[in-house]
């Protein structure tokens, strides 16, 4: 009888806290551990125990007890379909989205990347590491701190050049708007990726929801501006250095080297079509039609915009018959550019050498100091084409809401809300973009200038770059 009471197995008491073991310092590992089941991955999970806040058996018990319901609650979730945590850090989830979009503009990226790159060193700032931690409290809090920036201003002073700092005042609310929207395009795709399992599509929308901007007129550019802005663009075409060290050494003329890119022609170009800036710098010749004719025969040409280079991502067809002066610009800078030789359909040269950075540069030179209006902009210029375009009688007529919307690539609705009445008292007799304009001779001057008369030589129009080494 004893026997067979000896070999009874002893009794097995059920854990408390099944799932995580409770592990005494030994060795190295001078607190207490614990070891847990991790439901996301399949694996283990190690814990060190803070011996201030857990410092008797009874709490940490206690501790144990809590974080075994948290694993059954988390199993639980899994089974009901949740997605499983990754372990992914903030960053591997912004570069998981520029990885999966190799296709991505160059300006569209650009902008993505001011979003992603505050996001990323906001994380560090409140040690958020993995995204598997990102919620909606933590992404609402992210989002109050970019509307709270302020413009940062040049910093005056000796040590400064090139530094900026806060200004004091808050920054508009089309670019907070621009940030908001540009988070939402990249979290919302690794949010499909099952990368964000924390945040929901409506959680999401709901941090990051866009702030309402006041109701403003359309800008554009009137007559009075758009001859302002030639004249400022022309006058910014003929600086040139009083002399530099090819001149000097007898190599070149005096005074003939260009101070700054030209820009005039550029400026010309982006008026007259209402192209984006990012359409018009990535513009290949193979996407001219020189030879494109209207409904009466005459050759006007075309300009063909592939779906990959527009931010809409629908193709579109701008049309030269507007314009009798941009078939003419294209001609000679095509004839230029040749150089003679025969010119293909498949020619992929881009029509312009220019940079968005000199572009940029030169916007904000022609303002501040050539007395183009304070309120040009690249994105003006268009909206100064859909109004010309929109309510100038002579041009197309009755159906000026519908072509204008098909040359801009923007809907008949936009045009009728946004543009139609804008611009009333444009004369009947303006059959063309720069009659309607007023500035027919400016262009004409652009044009003479191009071909090589005044002061200008006609192949600095091709915006070659200005040879800094030669300077004085």
């Given amino acids: 009888m004893l026997r067979r009471m000896a070999a009874k197995k002893k009794r097995r008491i059920r854990s408390p806290h099944p799932g995580v073991v409770l592990i005494p ?15 996301d991955t399949g694996g283990m999970e190690w814990v060190r125990l803070d011996p201030v806040d857990l410092p008797s058996p009874e709490t940490r018990r206690d501790w144990a007890i809590t974080k075994a319901e948290s694993i059954a609650r988390r199993r639980m979730e899994l089974a009901s379909g949740a ?17 999966d979009h190799p296709r991505l503009g160059e300006r569209t990226c650009k902008t993505y990347r001011l979003a992603t790159d505050k996001l990323e060193q906001w994380c560090k700032a409140t040690k958020l590491h993995s995204a598997d931690d990102l919620t909606i409290e933590r992404l609402s809090t992210f989002a109050a701190s970019l509307a709270k920036e ?15 700092k806060p200004s004091g005042v808050l920054r508009s609310v089309n670019t907070v708007n621009r940030e908001l929207r540009s988070l939402r395009t990249v979290l919302g795709y690794v949010r499909s990726r099952k990368l964000l399992p924390r945040l929901p599509s409506d959680d999401l929308k709901d941090a990051l929801k866009k702030h309402q901007p006041p109701r403003k007129r359309i800008v554009f550019l009137k007559p009075a501006d758009c001859q302002r802005l030639m004249e400022a663009a022309l006058a ?12 000097h050494a007898g190599l070149a003329e005096k005074g003939t080297t260009a101070r700054y890119a030209p820009i005039a022609v550029f400026v010309a170009f982006v008026l007259l079509t209402g192209m984006r800036v990012g359409e018009a710098l990535s513009l ?25 280079k527009v931010k809409t991502k629908h193709e579109r067809t701008v049309t030269l018959e507007v314009s009798p002066f941009l078939r003419r610009l294209l001609v000679e800078l095509r004839k230029r550019r040749s150089k003679g030789k025969p010119v293909y359909s498949e020619w992929t040269q881009p029509v312009f050498d220019l940079s968005y950075d000199v572009v940029d540069t030169e916007q ?19 909206s100064t084409c859909s109004s010309f375009l929109t309510n100038a009688p002579g041009i197309f007529g009755a159906a000026s809401a519908y072509r204008s919307a098909k040359q801009l690539g923007h809907s008949i609705t936009v045009a009728e809300k946004h543009y139609l009445g804008l611009m009333p008292g444009i004369p009947l007799d303006a059959k063309t973009l720069e009659s309607a304009m007023g500035i027919e001779a400016l262009v004409e001057t652009v044009m003479e200038r191009l071909l090589g008369g005044g002061k200008s030589d006609g192949d600095r129009a091709l915006q070659q770059p200005v040879d800094r080494g030669s300077l004085n």
Wanted: charged share 40%; proline share 7%; glycine share 8%.
């Fill in 364 to 382: 904000r030179r022609l303002r501040d100091d050539y007395g183009a209006p304070k309120h040009f902009s690249y994105k003006v210029l268009r």
């Fill in 236 to 247: 910014h075409d003929e600086a040139v250095f009083a002399a530099t060290r090819k001149e």
């Fill in 284 to 308: 290949e010749w193979k996407e001219v039609d020189l030879d494109a004719t209207d409904l009466q025969g005459r050759p006007v040409g075309e300009i063909y915009l592939d779906p990959n």
């Fill in 83 to 99: 997605p499983r945590a990754t372990g992914t850090s903030i960053e591997g989830v912004v570069k998981r989205y520029y990885d």
């Fill in 25 to 39: 310092p030994k060795g190295e590992h001078a607190t207490w551990r614990a070891r847990c089941d991790d439901p």
């Fill in 150 to 164: 302020t413009r940062r201003v040049p910093a005056r002073g000796k040590g400064n050049r090139g530094k900026r």
